[in-house]
């Protein structure tokens, strides 16, 4: 059985991919979407990109706001979901996911650091790693 910490990082996975999803479409509710999707990352959020670049949230809210709209038929399904380690202030799972955009199929597997404090979720970390055709 999962622990309350786990199914809100879970649900956060969930919801941050659909506001990804949202604001690259440029869907008429991606004000909201990229505002709530900036809130969810620490300000001392770092990644590591499927190509190995390391990035910060500097990086990270500039890629957003400027791909507004820039993908309009993207969809991406999250999946495969597995809590790696368990603390009293953060979980670290890994989840799978799916990129659809214009007959394009990307895949890849993710590693995310999300901080839960008074049951919100921040995310501290992430590393995306690309799944070979």
């Known amino acids: 059985m999962q622990s309350k910490r786990e199914l809100i990082a879970h649900q956060s ?5 659909q506001w990804i999803e949202e604001v690259f479409a440029g869907r008429s509710d991606y004000p909201a979407a990229l505002n709530n999707l900036l809130s969810s990352f620490s300000p001392s959020f770092k990644m590591v990109t499927m190509k190995g670049k390391n990035i910060g949230f500097a990086e990270v809210e500039n890629l957003f706001r400027n791909n507004i709209g820039g993908r309009p038929n993207l969809h991406i399904d999250i999946d495969s979901f597995e809590t790696l380690q368990l603390s009293a202030s953060s979980v670290i799972c ?15 597997w993710s590693v995310a650091v999300i901080d839960i404090q008074n049951g919100q979720p921040r995310w501290h970390y992430l590393h995306e790693t690309a799944i070979a055709d």
């Open 13 to 17: 996975i969930v919801e941050l991919h």
């Open 94 to 108: 890994r989840y799978h996911e799916t990129h659809r955009n214009e007959g394009n199929v990307h895949s890849r």
